[in-house]
């Protein structure tokens, strides 16, 4: 299941930015926050929210441009990596990545939070954030990361699920260094049905 949020992007940006549009798109929302819930053990995996969506047109000098792209203005996600679901995150960034729309749409600023399945959670902050083409998560503009007491700045960092394995990955610097965040396994779902089952 999509995350309405999100979903928005994979297929109501174009709504937002076209006044022929019949769809809600996320400029009819504030404040909105949502969550969504793993369909078997019952845990929550991703949270999203945002305080407002415009659609704003680039200046350049004293001109501004025809063309309008969507400011999602502080957006925040919230991402637990021990419920999520590797088909379901591979679907939700290649929905998103593949609509056309998604090029003009930024978050300013932009939070992302990672629950990993063990240790402290990942905290990234960033004055700007959007979904590539490519079907990654890129954020940049006075990037930092939080673990614990750890605190590091990059220039910037790409979030993408991997199809190659059960794993998030996060790249920083254009690839300098990457950390591998293992997703909820087959093994584990399978252990948590067998649990709830129990008398």
């Not at 056309?100 to 939070?113: H, S, W």
């Not at 998030?168 to 399978?190: N, V, W």
Request: proline share 4%; with cysteine.
């Amino acid at each position: 299941m999509i995350l309405l949020v999100l979903s928005f992007l994979a297929s109501g940006i174009d709504c937002g930015l076209s006044a022929k549009a019949k769809l809600p798109s996320l400029r009819d929302f504030k404040g909105l926050q949502t969550a969504f819930f793993d369909d078997e053990s019952g845990h929550r995996y991703l949270r999203v929210g945002y305080r407002e969506a415009t659609a704003e047109k680039p200046k350049v000098g004293f001109l501004r441009l025809g063309l309008a792209f969507l400011k999602i203005h502080d957006l925040h996600i919230d991402l637990d990596a021990r419920w999520a679901r590797k088909e379901t995150l591979l679907d939700l960034f290649q929905k998103v990545s593949a609509k056309r729309g998604v090029r003009y749409a930024v978050a300013e600023p932009i939070e992302l939070v990672i629950r990993p399945q063990t240790g402290d959670a990942f905290r990234i902050t960033a004055t700007k954030g959007k979904f590539t083409s490519a079907g990654a998560l890129r954020v940049w503009g006075d990037v930092q990361i939080a673990r614990g007491e750890t605190i590091s700045r990059r220039g910037n960092i790409s979030l993408t699920a991997d199809p190659l394995s059960n794993s998030l990955l996060l790249s920083m610097d254009d690839g300098k260094e990457t950390i591998s965040i293992p997703l909820k396994s087959e093994s584990t779902a399978k252990t948590v049905l067998s649990k709830s089952k129990k008398p």
